[in-house]
């Protein structure tokens, strides 16, 4: 599936806020189907795009929250270390 440089643009945001694939669709008005299918094939540039930017916007929130620990929030210094836990424990 083709998608214009405005539409790759947006997929990145979809991405980075999880929208599903029936709502994507209907936003960059595409066939559900297709853009459900391009979504669940990694080899697709659909999947690349809306990959990265759900991983683009942990990282951003992750660098943010590490900065409000580095500035002494504690809050931030429990989350970090809640995440670091919980991704020990995945591997």
Known sequence: MKLDDKQKDHLI???????????????LDLDESACIEALEDPKSEMHRIYKHGAQMANYRIQQKLLEMAQGGDIQAIRELKKMRLSKRSAK
């Open 13 to 27: 945001n979809f991405g980075a806020l999880r929208y599903s694939a029936s709502i994507i669709a209907s936003l």
